[in-house]
C-alpha cells in the first residue's frame, strides 16, 4: 500500500511562482514512476508532468505541451518526495493537483489509468 500526500498549493498572482511537493510512504519509491495530473472544475483530469523509472536508475521527464518551460518536476529518492516546480504561472493553470505512482511504468505515463496510487490533492489557484 502506498500513500501519497501533496503540500504546496496556494493562491498566486498570473506570473509567480510555487512548489508542489509530494511525500510517498511504501517501500520501493526508487521504482516508481510518478507523475502530476490536474482537475480543473467542470473539466476532466489531465496529465502534466512524470518522472519515469528506468532500470538503469535514470528517471526521464516527460510534460504536457502546456506547461513545457514553466514546470519542472523532481524527486528525492532519500527523502521519498516528488516535487513540481510551477513558474509563470497562468490563470488556466488554476487546478486541484495530485500526484500519482505507478510501480515500474514506462509507457503512457500520461495516462491515468495507468497509475496505482493517488493523493487527495492540492489547490492551486492562480489570479490575474
Known amino acids: 500500500q502506498v500513500q501519497l500526500l501533496e503540500s504546496g498549493g496556494g493562491l498566486v498572482q498570473a506570473g509567480g511562482s510555487l512548489r508542489l511537493s509530494c511525500t510517498a510512504s511504501?517501500?520501493?519509491?526508487?521504482?516508481?514512476?510518478m507523475g502530476w495530473f490536474r482537475q480543473a472544475p467542470g473539466k476532466e483530469r489531465e496529465f502534466v508532468a512524470a518522472l519515469i523509472w528506468s532500470s538503469n536508475s535514470i528517471y526521464y521527464t516527460t510534460y504536457a505541451d502546456s506547461v513545457k518551460g514553466r514546470f519542472t518536476i523532481s524527486r528525492d529518492n532519500a527523502k521519498s518526495m516528488v516535487y513540481l516546480q510551477m513558474n509563470n504561472l497562468k490563470p488556466e493553470d488554476t487546478a486541484v493537483y495530485c500526484c500519482a505512482s505507478a510501480v515500474m511504468l514506462r509507457l503512457r505515463v500520461s495516462t491515468a489509468e495507468r497509475y496505482d496510487y493517488w493523493g487527495q490533492g492540492t489547490q492551486v489557484t492562480v489570479f490575474s
Open positions: 511504501g517501500p520501493t519509491f526508487s521504482s516508481y514512476t
